[in-house]
């Protein structure tokens, strides 16, 4: 992140623009008003609309009302951010402005328009800075006769909160505006994010790429909007589903960024979904008007009501096979997290491992695990010691012939797991539905393995089982409805949230993650952003819990590679193939925290 001292000059005044004008006051307009006012700037709001202006104005005082109320402002401070606020009309208001940011709509003719007419009114040292997302920032400079003052400046919204501002720098801006605009950033409590001029800078060159792979996901009807969303909700802990944010956004919003985008890429990740298109111009653009993937209660409102779209799946008719015993196979983290999740719900258990030592080395995991749970008042001693009591460790497959539904949680390698589901075949009852806990590789592949692929189906557990609260039930084109039920009926038992997929690579999250966490690597191997402004970029301006590198060091650069490759093999899409250094690193032993170096280093790992 740029932290670089700002250089004195004589062109600037001491205090960075004392008079910023704000052109646009939409939403984004509205909440940058708000900031610089209570930031002590004399803001000129313009907008040809006299209903935008009221309503700019009327949320500033709403806004300043409850910092009162709670205590965040005094009335008489609340007066002078109210009197700091003039709107006008027409952009001759702006002539005394040391700043104008514009935040009109995402057009090149009507932002060019709008530059061109500022230059015949502000002074000669006034900066202009466009808050455009996806346009090029060079381009609209060009258009001015002081391109060198010329800037972007990305705010999130809302303003108010997000504390990103990507500040953007042409071939012909100057530094010291820069430096000046920087400065400004800061003083507002916000975090500058300094990048180059391509589409979508950062956090939208990341996120847009996702919202389109969603956008088509729902569209080949893979899975429904509310399984999506979830997904990415429960799975990876974002604030917000893919489809749920493309509404918030605007639908034609996300479409122009992502042409934008594909015009400069040529990948066919940006390419925008056809659904995009079709919902804009049916005029479905999202909450603004009040339906897009999903319905609302009123235009403007985030209230979701119910439409004639395409329903969550619901469990098909048949019912569930009756489960009182569930077998787990396996003797790592999920295989024990697995069996500790089923033992509290109250199934028995039975945890089958390659040698008695193995399962009796788990079950003591599972042990280990409870008393924690125990010490932090989460589970009270008796109900530890009846879960545990419920998990019976073997040392041999043939311990499971008595389950209804058998789960594996063995090594990700597809020859091992058919090997299982083979022996599998040959020792559980008739009946037993029996799932795989795969992340990545086909289930029908290892229904394949068995005399009974109607019985297996796709039990994707998240780690660490016993946390999240995710499944992925992945149906293959054998699966019976019966035995998908039952699955759906043992996420409920166990309070899971069971989200339906197909069987393909990915499924729905890693799918959706794994291809924008590979883009973030390219953003790195082609040295348009450093790992910790990129993890900046997406922690602060998309509210991700975990920035892409931080993320890739946790899981591994070995795992992320693996399920890029499958990916790419799946889908045969160039825009999949894994990012080059990522191979690198991985070849030459930098896996991420396991091995002490990834994109960071770890001293705790090192030898």
């Known amino acids: 992140m740029d932290r670089s001292p700002v250089p004195e000059s004589p062109e600037f005044p001491p205090v960075p623009f004392p008079t910023v004008a704000v052109v646009g006051l939409g939403t984004m307009g509205t909440g940058l008003c708000e900031v610089l006012a209570r930031a002590g700037r004399e803001v000129v709001g ?50 005394d402005a040391d700043l104008v940011i514009e935040v009109v709509p995402e057009s090149y003719e009507i932002k060019q328009q709008v530059i061109a007419e500022l230059d015949g009114i502000v002074r000669p040292g006034t900066v202009l800075a466009t808050g455009t997302n996806a346009l090029s920032v060079t381009r609209l400079a060009a258009s001015s006769a002081r391109p060198e003052r010329v800037l972007g400046l990305h705010f999130f919204t809302p303003v108010q909160a997000m504390r990103l501002v990507e500040v953007v720098s042409s071939v012909l801006t100057e530094p010291a505006a820069v430096a000046q605009v920087t400065a400004l950033v800061r003083e507002l409590g916000k975090e500058p994010v300094a990048v180059g001029d391509r589409p979508g800078f950062i956090a939208d060159g990341l996120l847009f790429g996702y919202l389109n792979q969603a956008a088509a996901m729902y569209e080949s009807r893979y ?32 479409r122009t960024v992502l042409e934008a985008m594909y015009t400069a890429s040529q990948d066919r990740l940006h390419a925008p979904a056809p659904v995009l298109g079709q919902l804009t111009a049916a005029g479905l653009t999202g909450r603004k008007a009040g339906r897009g993937f999903y319905a609302y209660d009123a235009p403007g409102s985030g209230t979701v009501v119910p439409d004639a779209a395409p329903a969550a799946a619901a469990a098909p008719g048949a019912p569930p096979r009756p489960v009182e015993e569930i077998g787990v196979a396996g003797s790592g983290t999920m295989a024990s997290g697995i069996a500790e999740v089923c033992a509290r719900a109250g199934y028995a258990v039975t945890l089958a491992a390659r040698s008695a030592g193995k399962a009796a080395a788990a079950r003591a995991r599972v042990a280990a695990s409870l008393d924690r749970s125990v010490a932090r008042g989460r589970l009270g001693a008796a109900d530890r010691d009846a879960a545990l009591a419920r998990i019976t460790p073997a040392g041999t497959l043939d311990a499971l012939a008595g389950a209804g539904l058998v789960v594996e949680a063995v090594a990700e390698d597809l020859a091992v797991k058919r090997q299982l589901f083979a022996a599998l075949d040959e020792v559980a009852r008739p009946g037993a539905v029996l799932a795989t806990t795969t992340s990545s590789l086909p289930v029908i592949a290892c229904a394949a393995a068995t005399s009974r692929p109607e019985d297996v189906v796709g039990m994707h557990f998240f780690n660490p089982a016993q946390v999240m609260k995710l499944v992925e039930v992945v149906r293959t084109v054998r699966t019976a409805d019966d035995a998908h039920a039952t699955v759906r009926a043992v996420c409920a038992t166990l309070g899971k949230h069971p989200v339906d997929c197909g069987d393909r690579a990915g499924f729905i999250v890693n799918a959706l993650l794994f291809p924008y966490l ?30 892409p590198f931080e993320l890739l060091d946790v899981v591994g650069l070995d795992v992320s590679l693996a399920i890029e490759r499958v990916l790419h093999r799946e889908f045969r899409d160039p825009g999949l193939a894994p990012a080059p250094l990522l191979e690198h690193l991985v070849a030459a032993g930098c896996l991420g925290r396991k091995t002490g170096r990834g994109f960071r280093e770890y001293a705790a790992a090192r030898r």
């Open 46 to 95: 313009v907008d040809v609309s006299a209903a935008a202006a009221r309503g700019c104005v009327a949320a500033l005082e709403r806004a300043t009302e409850r910092a009162v109320a709670r205590g965040r402002l005094a009335e008489g401070d609340r007066a002078g951010v109210l009197a700091r606020l003039r709107t006008f009309p027409d952009l001759r208001a702006a002539a």
């Open 223 to 254: 899975a429904t909007r509310e399984d999506i969303d979830a997904a990415m909700k429960l799975g990876c802990g974002l604030p917000m589903g893919p489809l749920e944010l493309l509404d918030l956004i605007g639908v034609d919003t996300a």
């Open 518 to 547: 590979n883009n973030a690597v390219k953003m790195v191997q082609e040295h348009y952003a450093s790992p910790d402004d990129i993890d900046a970029a997406m922690k602060l301006g998309g509210g991700y819990p975990m920035g």
